[in-house]
């Protein structure tokens, strides 16, 4: 995923100004600063809850701007929400592979390759260091 001169501005006040940024598949990395400086603009714009005034946010060299959440979603991007709750009667990991539902719906090409998907899912979460459900 790329952004490059990414600019939001709310009614004159810049919230996010001239923001570029390469990331790769794999890696990891944190976004940190002081309340204000543009954390939660730039989540809301890389995952399409709010559009740019100016610059361009690319995934895989494809333009992300103007898509519909749930396509930006089906290229491998989401996001939570600090008040995000998790269903209390299922494991870390049973949590994990939900979320990963909204991903790969569930059809009947999906039935039919359940075991292996499922499989696939198991296999992302001890990658991140959960026990298998």
Known sequence: MRTDGLTK????LVALRDHSIELHE???VGVIGPNGSGKSTLF????GFSQPNSGSIEMKGRSIIGLRTSQIVAMGIAR????????GSLSVAQNVLT????RHPVGFADTVLRGRRYRQ???ATRGIGFARP
């Open 99 to 102: 979320a990963a539902q909204l």
């Open 44 to 47: 809301n714009l890389v995952t």
């Open 26 to 28: 794999g890696e990891i």
């Open 9 to 12: 501005a709310f009614r004159g």
């Open 121 to 123: 899912r198991v296999d």
């Open 80 to 87: 939570t929400f600090q008040g995000s709750r998790l269903f």
